[in-house]
């Protein structure tokens, strides 16, 4: 079955620390987006892609990488953690119409001390 | 701008009762999409329904249905016969075309407990 995975689950770094968590979907779809859920802030779009090469930034970009080498991945990178950065981490992916489902990850925990 | 407004930070419902939860949309885009997604304590999301802007029928998915009220900008999530179960975060989420390449945009959520 298809399926979208996150890794680490689970992850603690110090500041100012480079992290990178992946993003992996077998769906075989164009679409790939990185969410940070905050509490009281709901979910917010920090990057997203439409296919190979291309990237673009959300909402909530500063501090935050991506980069689209082939069609199933799309690693998010923290280029110096900031505490401000401790959030649930999901990444989503769909196809590119407006009635497409977006599917989500199990989500990856970060805590940055 | 596009917004998803959900007003209940939380409901309780009695066990195999029905409860709907509100949600408001604005937005100028004339083809988009609604989504319904539930968020239960172990974190993962999971979709749950969907009402494209040009469906006239109300979207059902087993004791899901949206309550479609588009002249309203309402995207109201029923569920029927409540379980225990159905105790979680329910997120309302619209995308529309012009949007940031289809992005989702959440309301803050509403945090459903069922009683037994």
């Known amino acids: 079955d298809a399926e979208i995975t996150q890794s680490p689950r689970h992850k603690i770094t110090e500041t100012g620390r480079q992290v990178t968590l992946a993003c992996h979907q077998t769906w075989n779809h164009n679409n790939m987006f990185w969410y940070r859920q905050d509490l009281g802030h709901g979910l917010r779009l920090i990057h997203y892609?439409?296919?190979?090469?291309?990237?673009n930034k959300g909402e909530v970009s500063d501090g935050y990488s991506v980069s689209r080498s082939n069609t199933e991945d799309l690693p998010l990178t923290l280029e110096s953690a900031a505490s401000s950065q401790t959030s649930v981490y999901f990444c989503?992916?769909?196809?590119?119409?407006?009635?497409?489902?977006?599917?989500f990850g199990p989500g990856t925990r970060l805590l940055v001390l | 701008a596009q917004k998803i407004t959900q007003t209940q930070p939380g409901m309780f419902v009695q066990e195999k009762e029905a409860v709907t939860l509100d949600c408001t949309y604005d937005t100028s885009d004339q083809s988009y999409g609604l989504f319904w997604y539930k968020q239960p304590s172990s974190g993962e999301m999971i979709f749950l329904i969907y009402q494209g802007s040009y469906d006239e029928q109300n979207a059902t998915e087993g004791r899901y249905s949206l309550n479609f009220q588009k002249a309203r900008k309402s995207a109201n999530l029923v569920i029927s016969a409540s379980q225990l179960g159905d105790s979680a975060m329910y997120f309302c989420a619209m995308r529309g075309i012009y949007n940031q390449g289809g992005k989702l945009i959440f309301g803050q959520g509403t945090e459903l407990s069922v009683k037994p």
């Open positions: 892609s439409y296919g190979v090469q291309d990237t």
């Open positions: 989503a992916s769909s196809e590119s119409r407006v009635q497409e489902t977006q599917y």
